[in-house]
């Protein structure tokens, strides 16, 4: 079973298979308020202001670079909604790969820092 404690320590790398249901549906255990909608794995983000916001998405920005895996960021005053999938699986159709879980996990261990 994979834990987002794992997750955590993994790095994305370049990857061509994508994860089966049966595997996301295992990854999206680990990963508490993730969905998948849409081909795309989903969280939405609460926060007090727009400072906080927007200082969240300038700390994603900070460490998933180094993995080089980029949430697509919906952002309002109090709310930000990510979601990740992986333009290079699944023959370039695209899907969700071990790389969106990773970051998933990262983004949600910058939440809790709040
Ligand atoms: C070439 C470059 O590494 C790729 O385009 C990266 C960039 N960021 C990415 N971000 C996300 N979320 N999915 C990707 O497949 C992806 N691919």
């Avoid at 404690?5 to 999206?28: C, F, N, P, T, W």
């Avoid at 916001?53 to 998933?64: D, G, P």
Wanted: proline share 1%; net charge negative; no cysteine.
């Amino acid at each position: 079973m994979v834990t987002a404690a794992e997750l955590i320590q993994k790095k994305g790398r370049h990857l061509e298979q994508g994860l089966s249901d049966a595997e996301i549906s295992q990854y999206l255990a680990a990963v508490e308020g993730w969905t998948l909608q849409d081909g795309k794995i989903v969280r939405s983000f609460d926060f007090k202001n727009y400072y906080e916001t927007l200082a969240f998405v300038n700390a994603i920005a900070w460490v998933i670079h180094a993995d080089d895996h980029h949430p697509e960021l919906t952002v309002t005053y109090n709310r930000v909604v990510a979601r990740f999938d992986t333009h290079s699986v699944n023959g370039g159709k695209g899907g969700i790969s071990e790389n969106d879980f990773i970051a998933a996990a990262k983004v949600d261990a910058i939440y809790r820092q709040r």
